[in-house]
């Protein structure tokens, strides 16, 4: 069973960055596509971005597109998710999951607590 701690999240003001970890402990890592996924306020889950086993391939959300930067280290069993430019809009909890393609695809389960973004406009 994957295991997969978020972190990083925090306040910050509008215009501002924040970079979020998102930690493995299974070695299956490195084999999985992975995905940021976020959850505003009343709304449902939603797709953010997502990147290849390797690191060689990056999806994301027309949302977040030019904004936000997913990469991994497998080495670390980590992925990262560099925020730019934050928008008020941007404030949610933040996931991280495996995926079944760079749709964001997933049939993941156990989502943890993940870490929560706020962004004050």
């Known amino acids: 069973q994957v295991q997969l701690v978020e972190s990083g999240g925090g306040l910050v003001q509008a215009g501002g960055s924040l970079r979020l970890s998102c930690a493995d402990s299974?070695?299956?890592?490195?084999?999985?596509?992975m995905g940021w996924f976020r959850q505003g306020p009343g709304e449902e889950r939603e797709f953010v971005a997502a990147?290849?086993?390797?690191?060689?391939?990056?999806s994301y959300a027309d949302s977040v597109k030019g904004r936000f930067t997913i990469t991994r280290d497998n080495a670390k069993l980590a992925m990262y998710l560099q925020m730019n430019s934050l928008k008020f809009e941007d404030t949610a909890v933040y996931y991280c999951?495996?995926?079944?393609?760079?749709?964001?695809?997933?049939?993941?389960?156990?989502w943890g607590q993940g870490t929560r973004v706020t962004v004050s406009s």
């Open positions: 299974t070695s299956t890592f490195k084999f999985n596509s």
């Open positions: 990147i290849s086993s390797n690191g060689d391939h990056t």
């Open positions: 999951a495996p995926v079944r393609d760079l749709s964001g695809r997933t049939l993941y389960t156990s």
